[in-house]
């Protein structure tokens, strides 16, 4: 829903989301949900300079709601929530079966409505057509802008490109990456396959900008195959290419290189896979969502200025993106 898309991160909306909140984005796996939501709360408050924003996800909530209930702390709870300046839940669909954090979650949304505060929301279907959920939480979810996803179609697929392009690499020609999309046509390509392909572009770029097509698609079509590097592959690489433990990678550790190493496999992680925040933080020692999403960015701060994390992160990207990673 590209049109639905441009009207959101328009400059002269952004300031205005609170107006049609609830936001929320409704599709498959693979669609881009979590990426688009927290893309947009980000843009939003940094535009804006709001802050704090709150972000938590549908197991999380359930999880959260159950204990306040058992230690009787209901008001921490509400309080997280509502003294923030935009709520972001990530997949709903948990909480689609437990009527009373319905309730709960309708009395919050309608506290932030009353103060313009934005709320965005992601779930695979649209809420309104689940069996289970409550009449009066569907009317409230429904009181916004609902935007369906899909796996990128054509027009999605080439503003993906670009806005990869972009990020990634900006001397990578548009043009060229795009005539590759033939050569792959037996596959529905999803967003983290188009990051594969920019950054295997990128791998394989002259100075020029041209790349070496035969290979680009040799080695996109095996990484097609063989499909998303896993977690495990991603930390072992990086332990390797650091000279570090695993299990320091993944533990609390705060030492410099330690933290150097593991925020290089959160970049790798979230460039490379389609998990959530919350589910690769719970690999990397039980971290929040909040704390992955700083080290991410810290991360690609660090590449624009050190150049030997620059290389480490392109020895362990080629690597990884090699037809049969380790596990």
Not at 41 to 46: G, H, P, T, V
Not at 82 to 109: F, G, V, W, Y
Not at 130 to 150: E, M
Not at 318 to 325: G, I, K
Request: hydrophobic share 45%.
């Amino acid at each position: 829903n590209m049109a639905g898309l441009r009207y959101l991160y328009d400059p002269a909306t952004l300031p205005h989301l609170g107006d049609i909140s609830p936001i929320v984005f409704y599709g498959p796996k693979s669609s881009g949900k979590t990426a688009l939501s927290i893309s947009l709360a980000l843009r939003w408050s940094r535009l804006l300079k709001e802050r704090p924003l709150y972000f938590s996800n549908g197991n999380t909530l359930c999880k959260d709601f159950a204990a306040a209930i058992e230690i009787d702390d209901l008001a921490s709870f509400r309080t997280r929530m509502r003294s923030s300046k935009m709520l972001l839940i990530d997949d709903l669909d948990p909480i689609l079966a437990r009527p009373s954090l319905q309730s709960e979650l309708l009395t919050t949304l309608d506290h932030l409505a009353a103060s313009g505060r934005p709320v965005i929301v992601t779930s695979t279907i649209l809420p309104a057509a689940s069996k289970s959920i409550a009449p009066h939480f569907s009317s409230r979810l429904s009181g916004g802008l609902s935007l369906p996803l899909s796996v990128p179609d054509l027009p999605a697929t080439f503003s993906l490109i670009e806005a990869l392009v972009a990020k990634i690499d900006p001397l990578l020609s548009l043009d060229e990456i795009i005539s590759l999309l033939p050569s792959l046509s037996d596959f529905k390509l999803s967003a983290p396959d188009l990051a594969n392909l920019v950054n295997i572009c990128h791998l394989h770029r002259s100075e020029d900008g041209s790349i070496d097509r035969p290979l680009v698609i040799s080695l996109m079509l095996q990484r097609l195959a063989d499909r998303t590097p896993t977690l495990p592959a991603i930390a072992k690489c990086v332990a390797r290419s650091h000279r570090i433990r695993l299990v320091d990678l993944r533990s609390g550790s705060r030492l410099a290189h330690v933290v150097r190493a593991r925020g290089l496999a959160i970049l790798l992680a979230r460039r490379l896979t389609p998990l959530s925040l919350l589910q690769i933080g719970a690999y990397f020692g039980g971290r929040d969502h909040s704390t992955i999403l700083h080290s991410y960015h810290k991360t690609l701060a660090l590449l624009e200025t050190d150049t030997q994390l620059a290389s480490l992160y392109r020895d362990c990207l080629a690597a990884l993106l090699q037809p049969s990673p380790p596990v």
